[in-house]
C-alpha cells in the first residue's frame, strides 16, 4: 500500500528561526515524486517544494529545502528564516502513476505549523 | 491567466439534494482531478480525467459523477448528497505526467450536509 505518514500533528516556531518537519512514506517503486504542499487558512493547495526519487541532491527553494534520504523513505522539510506568513498547514504527498498515463497524489494528513512573533 | 477556478466556495444542502461543483482551468491542461478533504485528513481522489472525453474512478468515486466535455471544464456532480460528503473539495490539473509536472489546485468547495 502507498502511504504517506506525518508523525508532527502540530509545530510551532519562533519568526526568524528554523523548523523542520517529518515525512516519511512507503512504496516499492524506484522512480517516484515527492512533494509538500502548503495549505493557508484560504484552503488553496500550494506547492512549496518537489524532490524527484533518482536525483540525490536535495531539493532547495529559497528559504524552503528538503533533507531526502531514500533508503530510509524520509522527505523532510525544513524552513529557514520562518516568517508569520509560513503559518498553515503542511502537507507531504507521494505521487504514484495510474493507468491511462494519469497519476494520483497520496498525501499524508497534515502538520500544522505555528509561526510566533 | 486564473489557473483553476472552482464554485461555488461554500454550499449548504439538505439530504438528498443533488448539485454540481464547478471547476474551469485556463492553462490548457489535459489532466485534471477531483479531491475531497476531510477534516485533519489529506485530500482523497474521486475522479481524475486524461481529456476531454476519458474520465476514470479514483480511490473514492461512490456518490459521484463526472463528465469532461471540454478541456477547460471538469464539473463534479453530488447525487442524493449524504452528511459523509461534507468536505472541502479540491479540483487540481496538470499539463502531462512529466518528471517535471505537477498539480495546480483550485481554492477549494467547502461543502456542508445536513
Known amino acids: 500500500a502507498q502511504t504517506v505518514t506525518q508523525s508532527q500533528p502540530e509545530m510551532s516556531v519562533q519568526e526568524a528561526e528554523t523548523v523542520t518537519l517529518s515525512c516519511t512514506y512507503d512504496t516499492s517503486e524506484s522512480d517516484y515524486y515527492l512533494f509538500w504542499y502548503k495549505q493557508p487558512p484560504s484552503r488553496q493547495m500550494i506547492l512549496v517544494i518537489r524532490?524527484?526519487?533518482?536525483?540525490?541532491q536535495n531539493a532547495t527553494e529559497n528559504r524552503f529545502s528538503v533533507n531526502f534520504q531514500k533508503a530510509a523513505k524520509s522527505f523532510s522539510l525544513k524552513i529557514s528564516d520562518s516568517q508569520l506568513g509560513d503559518a498553515a498547514m503542511y502537507f507531504c504527498?507521494?505521487?504514484?502513476?495510474?493507468?491511462?498515463?494519469?497519476?494520483?497524489?497520496?498525501f499524508g494528513k497534515g502538520t500544522k505549523l505555528t509561526v510566533n512573533p | 491567466n486564473a489557473g483553476v477556478t472552482q464554485t461555488p466556495k461554500f454550499r449548504i444542502l439538505k439530504i438528498g439534494q443533488s448539485m454540481t461543483l464547478q471547476c474551469t482551468q485556463d492553462m490548457n491542461h489535459n489532466y485534471m482531478y477531483w479531491y475531497r478533504q476531510d477534516p485533519g485528513m489529506g485530500l482523497k481522489l474521486i475522479y481524475y480525467?486524461?481529456?476531454?472525453?476519458?474520465?476514470d474512478k479514483g480511490e473514492v468515486p461512490n456518490g459521484y459523477n463526472v463528465s469532461r466535455s471540454t478541456t477547460e471544464d471538469f464539473p463534479l456532480r453530488l447525487e442524493l448528497a449524504a452528511p459523509s460528503q461534507t468536505s472541502v473539495y479540491f479540483c487540481?490539473?496538470?499539463?502531462?505526467?512529466?518528471?517535471?509536472?505537477?498539480?495546480?489546485f483550485g481554492p477549494g468547495t467547502r461543502l456542508l450536509v445536513l
Open positions: 487540481a490539473s496538470s499539463y502531462s505526467q512529466g518528471p517535471q509536472e505537477t498539480q495546480y
Open positions: 524532490q524527484e526519487a533518482y536525483k540525490q
Open positions: 504527498a507521494y505521487r504514484i502513476f495510474l493507468q491511462g498515463g494519469s497519476e494520483k497524489l497520496v
Open positions: 480525467s486524461v481529456g476531454a472525453g476519458i474520465t
